[in-house]
């Protein structure tokens, strides 16, 4: 397909979740085409793709301009993932910048989250996430 540059977390959506069967990949994009040959692109901002299998289209995106905010306010261009959720929501790790947060089908930003919590390591500077899951209510109850 070519689509992705840099993608991370790539999966199908599960059953009974709005879009089941096709893949969803966090597609982090990346600044700087002359550092790697191997790079055929630059973009330098991320997004979430729902892709189909089937006919290799875009089912649906997710950009920051979903969220009317400057394209280049979503990137992380390492690590990072997205999680369908059974009502039809997206929950996005923004790895890199440690932040969580869920959209709507139309990109509206329904709650956010930023790490507070500095990693204590000099390999990794900032308060990064390397992924993260809504799990069900029940599950948190012994």
């Not at 989250?113 to 993260?132: D, E, G, M, Q």
Request: hydrophobic share 35%; net charge neutral.
């Amino acid at each position: 397909m070519g689509l992705t540059i840099g993608q991370h977390n790539p999966h199908f959506v599960p059953a009974g979740v709005p879009g089941t069967g096709h893949v969803l990949v966090f597609d982090n994009g990346y600044v700087d085409g002359n550092t790697n040959p191997f790079r055929a692109s630059t973009r330098p901002y991320s997004r979430v793709l729902e892709l189909n299998p089937v006919d290799q289209s875009i089912a649906w995106e997710y950009t920051a301009e979903n969220s009317n905010r400057p394209i280049w306010t979503f990137f992380s261009h390492y690590i990072s993932g997205a999680q369908r959720q059974p009502n039809g929501n997206t929950l996005i790790c923004e790895g890199s910048n440690g932040r969580i947060f869920e959209v709507t089908p139309a990109g509206e930003i329904v709650w956010e989250y930023v790490n507070p919590f500095p990693n204590l390591t000099p390999k990794i500077p900032n308060s990064t996430i390397f992924r993260a899951a809504k799990v069900a209510e029940n599950w948190l109850k012994r």
